[in-house]
Structure formats: structure tokens, C-alpha cells
């Protein structure tokens, strides 16, 4: 290849037919299976969510000035954290589409920073999936993730069973359409870039059926916050250890003065490069001849 391609920065793009050609329908499976996935979520978030389906704004905020605290129940951070980021979303979206000039500003305001184990590529506005800036940006991603994967493997330690659990999740952003994509390490230094077959849209005027798309979306944030909680917690950063007992500290103490067997490693993994240019052959200069 003579020009630049996600293949020199050992990145498989899983919607690259190209690639794809290249192997066996058993090779491509083995090759791009989803080994981490995107977790579910939880019976009662999904509850949660259900109550602010309405079919008017009226409605809405109604609901979402009612509390999802049962009676007499006190608020407590470790159980009701993820009811409040819902009730908060929802109530923050109700106050948009009653000021439906806001939200269209909100939605509009370029958003392009990056994030410690995440990216959001974005743009003002959205014109399909071949308009230009969508595919530059869809281009630009797969190695931005990928960087932040080698991060997250440095701070691993390139310890195997560690980076085999780690994968970085992206945003492509652009107007009110939003995408979802995630990478992962497949084996050696080559890594799986996917993008979540479903897109969302966020509507600035209100409808039942707007209400449930962004509802929809409100699901795969959350989806994609889990993927950062089990990072985080791959990596020691934020232990889920409060309800430790005296017992599991002592085995751990146990353990850590026993001799264990070491630790498998990533060996060698490569960072992007960028595809070498051909050099251009100088055409030789004619020589005119000078008229006697």
C-alpha cells in the first residue's frame, strides 16, 4: 500500500471488507471475536430509565420532579448513584426541550477533547457516512484508541491476563448524531476497531418517540461507563474492596507472602506508525536548444 491504512498501525478494522477478503470466514470470526463485549445493564437502571418514556413535555417533568426513593428511604451514593445520573439526565433534557433554542445550541457546541481511556472525534453538523468529515474523523479514531490502549497496557505492566480484560470506547460526534465505537487487543500487537452498528440521533423537539431514542442512548452511556468501571478496576485504580473482611485480608497477606509463579507478559506490542511515503522520481530536465 502506497498510501496510509489502519493495517500499518496493526489495526483490523471489523467493517473493512478489503481486509476482511484477505482471510477465511473461520480465520475473520477467530480473528475479530468480541471476547470482552459491552456489559448489560442492570434490571433496575433499566426500570429507571422506563419511567421517563412520556408522551408530552407536561408529563416529563412531572416525572422527573418525582423522587425514585421509596418512602422514608434516605439517599445513599453507593445504591442510588446511577438513579440520580439518570433522573439528573432526564431532568436536564426536559429543561432543553422546554427551551428547544438551548438545546439545539447544546447539541451543536463542538465538544473535541480527549478523554484518559476514551476519545470523542466532533463536528458541527452530520451530512451521512460518506460526507468527508465523517470519514476523517471515523479514520482519525482507530489510532487515537489505540494509543490509549498502549497507556492502559504500560500501566498494566504488559501483564497478559490484564490486557486481555482492557478496552478503550470512543464517540463520533457529530451535530446530534452519535456513534459508538470500542478497540480491543486481539493477540500480539494487533488490535479490533468496532463500531457499534446502531447510531443514535437527539432530537430538539419533543416526542414520545424522541424521548425513547435518547433513553436508548442514555442505555449505551451507561453501557460504555461499565466498560470504563471494569477498566478501572482491571487497573487497581478504583478498588470495589469497602466490604472487605478481616478474613479476605488476611488470605490476600497469605498470599502475597508465598512464592507465585510469574507473571505472563505482552512481549513486544508496536506502536502506530505512519504509512513511509514513496519517494517521487525527479523527471529529468530537457534541454532546449538555442535557435542560431
Not at 479514520?139 to 497496557?153: A, E, I, N, S
Request: one cysteine or more; proline letters at 2%.
Amino acid at each position: 500500500m502506497d498510501y496510509e491504512h489502519h493495517a500499518h498501525s496493526y489495526i483490523v478494522d471489523f467493517d473493512d471488507e478489503n481486509v476482511k477478503a484477505l482471510f477465511t470466514d473461520e480465520e475473520w470470526k477467530e480473528l475479530t471475536e468480541d471476547r470482552i463485549g459491552v456489559p448489560s445493564v442492570p434490571s433496575d437502571i433499566v426500570k429507571e430509565m422506563a419511567r421517563y418514556g412520556k408522551k408530552t413535555v407536561e408529563e416529563l417533568r412531572i416525572t422527573v420532579m418525582t423522587t425514585y426513593l421509596k418512602d422514608k428511604e434516605r439517599y445513599d451514593i453507593c445504591k442510588h448513584f446511577n438513579q440520580e445520573w439518570v433522573q439528573m439526565t432526564m431532568r436536564t433534557l426536559c429543561n432543553l426541550y422546554e427551551n428547544e433554542l438551548t438545546l439545539r445550541e447544546q447539541m451543536h457546541h463542538r465538544v473535541d477533547r480527549k478523554l484518559e481511556i476514551g476519545a470523542i472525534e466532533a463536528a458541527r453538523s452530520f451530512l451521512g457516512v460518506s460526507d468527508r468529515k465523517y470519514l476523517l474523523e471515523a479514520f482519525k479514531m482507530p489510532k487515537t484508541l489505540r494509543d490509549m490502549y498502549t497507556d492502559l497496557m504500560i500501566a498494566a505492566n504488559y501483564e497478559q491476563q490484564k490486557a486481555d480484560k482492557l478496552q478503550v470506547v470512543g464517540i463520533i460526534h457529530l451535530g446530534t448524531w452519535i456513534q459508538f465505537v470500542r478497540l480491543w487487543r486481539a493477540g500480539g500487537s494487533i488490535c479490533i476497531f468496532r463500531k457499534d452498528p446502531r447510531s443514535f440521533n437527539v432530537d430538539s423537539k419533543f416526542s414520545k418517540e424522541a424521548v425513547k431514542s435518547f433513553l436508548k442512548l442514555l442505555v449505551a452511556i451507561y453501557q460504555h461507563k461499565l466498560i470504563i468501571k471494569d477498566n478501572l478496576q482491571v487497573l487497581d485504580i478504583r478498588n470495589n474492596n469497602d466490604n472487605e473482611s478481616q478474613d479476605d485480608l488476611e488470605n490476600e497477606l497469605m498470599e502475597a507472602s508465598q512464592i507465585s509463579a510469574p507473571i505472563s507478559t505482552v512481549e513486544f506490542f508496536a506502536d502506530n506508525t505512519k504509512t513511509p511515503r514513496k519517494s517521487k522520481k525527479k523527471k529529468p530536465v530537457k534541454k532546449r536548444r538555442l535557435n542560431n
